[in-house]
């Protein structure tokens, strides 16, 4: 799948694990972002896939920032940081809104767009040595592509003031302890952590998953009312599933669920 230079697939029993294998730390530049954009776009229309693990190349960083150079370079054209940031917002809100859910297995050092990268994911799981943050403060400037809107979101606003205006970096536990990340794992086993939560979710039918990921994500943007209507149409449309009259009638009879994504 794809012949790209930065991105490595591999796909086994409908669980996509994608890396980013940039060395040596993995950092985002312009082909770097272009690659995962195609790459994500390429497993979000396979129907063969039904989630998706995002991790770093070997053992350092799952994404330690963007490169530097280029941040410089586009310092020196019109517009060229507010066109960088539209960038990486695009594809980040694609993954986030996506309908098969997407695991970030945070393998290290976990800074800047990579923590905008994971912070988009549905779901985290952590190395016990992975260092996250949102550094740009100490370069004069802020988090582009998504951070100072997803931080607040997923720990509070004063937390993520902090982080952002000190540049602190925070470890693992720290991260679990905000609610930034579902797990923390020993080192070695990110990756097979995140896959057997992406085989248990695997199991389950896509229908209701993508109506869940939809609920909950537009239903936090906006109010309980509104939310709710989300909700409750999600749930009525899953009426005209040949899963849902699987499930039901599987659970009556005993016996497990054969699933057909339908």
Known sequence: ??????????????????RVDHPPVNSFNAQVVAELEQAVDALL???GVKVIIITGGGSRA???GADIPEIKAALEQPDG?????????????KIERAAKPIIAAINGFCLGGGMELAMSCHMRICSDKAKLGQPEIN???IPGWGG???????????KAIELILT?????????????LVNKVVEHDTVLEEAQELAHKIASKSSIPIA????????????TIEEGLKIEADEFGELAGSEDAREGVSAFLEKRPPQFQDR
Do not use: C, Y
Not at 168 to 178: C, K, N, P, V, W
Not at 214 to 220: F, M, V
């Open 139 to 141: 370069l004069g400037i």
């Open 148 to 158: 100072t809107q997803r931080l607040p979101r997923l720990t509070n606003k004063s």
């Open 211 to 222: 109506a869940a990921l939809w609920a909950i994500t537009e239903g936090l943007e906006a």
């Open 62 to 64: 799952f994404i330690a």
């Open 81 to 93: 940081l507010k066109e960088t940031a539209t960038r990486g917002q695009a594809l980040f809100l």
């Open 45 to 47: 229309a396979d129907d």
């Open 1 to 18: 799948m794809g012949d790209w230079q930065n991105i490595q697939v591999e796909i086994k029993d409908r669980v996509a694990v994608l």
């Open 167 to 179: 540049g602190d970096m925070i470890t693992a536990q720290e991260a679990l302890r905000l609610g």
